[in-house]
């Protein structure tokens, strides 16, 4: 496999390892092989693991009832299929990642619509490369290079990174998806990307073109992945519940965007934001934004006054942390500047010329296109000035 020498089988031997291995099927997992086939579109078992009573804890199967491209990986009995994988054409780096809930087959980084199911977990007394255990007449015909296994969930962002090793190492670079297809892991470093955990100022849905989309913008700007976590109207304790339950990206950067639809009941903003950031991983970099307050809720009102004490309750519990984008952007329509709007000064809001117009009306909170660009600068400009 490349210039690297490998383990051809035949179709007629295996080679077995007893006991369980690196207790690695008991609980959630994440596994990588690299490998090629040398049957075609005939079904092949790759490499099977059973328990004690014959079932299936892990596995590989390629052209699954001779259906060519049919590949199908297993966490427990049940298959994780890929119905139409081409990558099995060519070699292969397979990644099976399996979560508490969902396992997902990975075919050289790429993982399409509906190649994932329920796995399900427990102790292996076989693993059997180039075949089954249970069945001596079903091997492999083909190259197994490398099986690497985690007996935990990897992040995103770690899978990418064993899979652009694996890729390098076996000169398979040409054949892989992802951040690492075009630089070396082994002498490029990694990059650290961002996860934005908000509510509709992250998601923007109405804006229909993702590349206006402040999490794309910054993307493009940095060169670096930033995912977009923003769900429209969630209140700050519903973004916090999402981002302390995610094991997706843990290994990166955080944004926090919420507050404008207040706490759930019985939490405060500045509860909800200290409980993310505690969640956090030590030494992570995060950074916080504030609350916008919508042209009905001008300075002077009851909504004005609990969002601007919001916002200063959680500027004065992390002062390096916070960028308070709202008020730059409302001062971007003081005299002189490019969006002058002395009602908006007056009021304290986002003036109308950076809210959205949906054709018949202006938004009287969400911004434009116009103004999620301007603040995705600043962002960017904050992270930049930050070492990040």
Not at 162 to 170: I, M
Request: with cysteine; proline share 4%; aromatic share 10%.
């Amino acid at each position: 496999m490349g210039t690297l020498p490998t383990l051809d089988f035949s179709g007629t031997n295996h080679m077995d390892l007893s006991a369980e291995v690196m207790n690695l099927t008991a609980a959630a997992y994440s596994l990588f092989r690299v490998w090629d086939n040398d049957l075609g579109a005939t079904f092949a078992i790759h490499d099977y693991g059973k328990n004690s009573g014959g079932t299936i804890r892990t596995g590989l199967a390629t052209n699954v009832s001779n259906v060519d491209d049919r590949v199908y990986q297993y966490s427990g009995a049940s298959a994780i299929p890929d119905a139409a994988a081409p990558e099995d054409t060519g070699p292969t780096i397979s990644q099976l990642r399996g979560t508490t809930t969902l396992a997902y087959n990975y075919l050289n980084g790429i993982t399409r619509g509906g190649a994932n199911g329920a796995p399900t977990y427990g102790a292996m007394s076989t693993w059997r490369f180039g075949g089954d255990p249970a069945n001596t007449g079903s091997r492999w015909n083909g190259i197994i290079s490398e099986i690497v296994g985690y007996n935990r969930v990897l992040t995103i962002d770690e899978g990418a990174l064993v899979l652009g090793y694996l890729a390098w190492k076996w000169g398979l670079q040409s054949f892989i998806a992802g951040e690492w297809a075009t630089k070396d892991p082994r002498s490029n470093p990694r990059l650290l990307n961002i996860a934005a955990f908000g509510d509709s100022f992250t998601q923007l849905s109405y804006l229909t073109d993702p590349a206006t989309h402040w999490t794309d913008i910054l993307a493009a700007r940095m060169g670096r992945k930033v995912y977009n976590g923003g769900i429209g109207g969630q209140t700050s304790t519903e973004v916090t519940d999402r981002s302390i339950a995610d094991i997706d990206y843990t290994d990166r950067a955080h944004i926090f965007f919420c507050g404008t639809n207040g706490p759930g009941s019985g939490h405060t903003v500045l509860g909800d934001i200290q409980a993310a950031v505690a969640a956090l991983p030590a030494g992570s970099k995060y950074l916080i934004l504030p609350s916008f307050n919508s042209d009905t809720e001008r300075q002077g009102s009851a909504g004005y006054i609990n969002k601007m004490a919001n916002n200063a309750a959680v500027a004065a519990a992390f002062p390096n942390n916070y960028l308070d984008i709202r008020s730059m952007l409302i001062a971007l329509s003081l005299p002189g500047q490019p969006y002058q709007d002395s009602a908006a000064i007056a009021n304290d809001v986002l003036s109308s010329q950076l809210r959205f117009f949906n054709g018949t009306s202006t938004d009287a909170l969400h911004p434009n296109a116009t103004c999620v660009a301007l603040y995705a600068q600043m962002i960017g400009d904050w992270i930049i000035a930050a070492g990040w």
